[in-house]
């Protein structure tokens, strides 16, 4: 069965940092596509991140995070990481990581129609 969990959320202040992970048990992440995603309240799933498979190990960020946040893996320990610099309010949202069955072929994709299994979500907030 495939699980993934998401841990490192937290309250930090603006300007703070943290580090997200996305650890994986039933299913090796190293040639599997990951994505990172994040919802408000009130607003759709945002695509905020992903990286392709270790053979390729390309990265993608939506123009929100973009110089701020960045995406990488571990596969000795079957992680992905999110660090997250320069936090704003507006970063507020529980945070999702998720992956696919296959079918993205180990390429970095923000839409969350391609992803297949998705990690329960931890809730970043920033404020001050």
């Known amino acids: 069965q495939v699980q993934l969990v998401e841990s490192g959320g937290g309250l930090v202040q603006p300007g703070g940092s943290l580090r997200l992970s996305c650890s994986a048990s039933g299913i090796a992440l190293d040639y599997r596509t990951i994505g990172w995603f994040r919802q408000a309240p009130g607003k759709e799933r945002e695509g905020i991140s992903s990286i392709s498979s270790s053979l390729d190990g390309s990265t993608y960020y939506a123009d929100s995070v973009n110089g701020r946040f960045t995406i990488s893996r571990d596969n000795d320990k079957n992680t992905v990481y999110l660090q997250m610099n320069s936090l704003k309010p507006e970063d507020t949202a529980v945070y999702y990581c998720?992956?696919?069955?296959?079918?993205?072929?180990?390429?970095?994709?923000?839409?969350?129609?391609?992803?297949?299994?998705w990690g329960q979500g931890t809730q970043v907030t920033v404020s001050s």
């Open positions: 998720a992956t696919d069955t296959g079918h993205l072929q180990g390429l970095g994709s923000l839409l969350a129609d391609e992803y297949d299994y």
